[in-house]
């Protein structure tokens, strides 16, 4: 019987205990919530999305007039294109004509032009080149131009000029150069006729230059003519990229 009693007590003392914790944990539940909602409050009021307050709008995109753009862009080229001298090589209205050499002799001249044409290559553009070296009338073309005896390289962007290789090597540097070049359209690839050799052999002269003479329009004592489809080295002018 004594037995029983102490077994009950020490159940009773349990039930005791279990009941403490289970307030104490109630009680440190509540306290967790209320620290919750406070600090929620307060996240809120922060961000002013608590009730009564206005809540906050994303700030409107700002209009880009894309024709106004382009439109500054133009006027910034015509503007630089103004700088330069009016004198228009055939066929270089809206385009780029470039003067140059293929000829090692003048390694200086040379050099002069393959900066130049790197430059242009750089840039993606497309350009007509012409030899002087390989075409006297190209040669002829340029003197005229410029009113005297230069030598190449030489360039005109639409029609005007802009200069030799100091000063294309001088614009590249600060920039004007690809403003200058902004609006001609672009290649990505050699020149599918001639693979930017600039000339195709002659097919009327197989590149020799002369023909067999009919008897009108030679004496008796000549066999050959000169070839009127090529130039003096039996070579015509690529109509792709000349």
């Known amino acids: 019987m004594k037995g029983m009693k102490e077994r009950l007590a020490k159940k009773i003392k349990l039930i005791t205990i279990v009941s403490s914790l289970k307030q104490g944990l109630a009680h440190h539940k509540s306290k967790i919530d209320r620290t919750i909602h406070h600090i929620r409050d307060e996240i809120v009021a922060e961000s002013g999305q608590r009730k009564g307050c206005v809540t906050p709008t994303l700030p409107e995109l700002e209009y880009v007039d894309v024709s106004e753009q382009e439109h500054d862009v133009e006027e910034e080229e015509r503007e630089i294109l103004s700088e330069f001298e009016e004198n228009c090589p055939p066929g270089g209205e809206d385009s780029v004509v470039f003067y140059a050499t293929g ?7 040379f050099e002069a032009c393959r900066r130049v044409r790197f430059l242009l290559e750089n840039h993606m553009v497309r350009y007509k080149e012409r030899d002087v070296s390989v075409d006297s009338e190209y040669r002829d073309e340029m003197w005229r131009l410029l009113g005297r005896k230069v030598t190449s390289p030489r360039l005109f962007i639409r029609g005007r000029y802009i200069g030799g290789a100091d000063e294309v090597v001088a614009l590249n540097e600060n920039g004007k150069l690809k403003k200058l070049l902004q609006g001609i359209s672009r290649v990505h690839s050699p020149c599918e006729c001639c693979l930017n050799e600039r000339f195709l052999i002659c097919s009327s ?24 489809e090529c130039n003096e080295k ?9």
Request: glycine letters at 8%.
């Open 205 to 228: 002269c197989n590149g020799s230059s002369k023909l067999i003479a009919d008897d009108e329009e030679t004496s008796n004592s000549t066999m050959w003519t000169r070839c009127r």
């Open 103 to 109: 000829l090692r002799g003048v390694r200086k001249t």
């Open 234 to 242: 039996g070579l015509v002018r690529c109509p792709l990229c000349t």
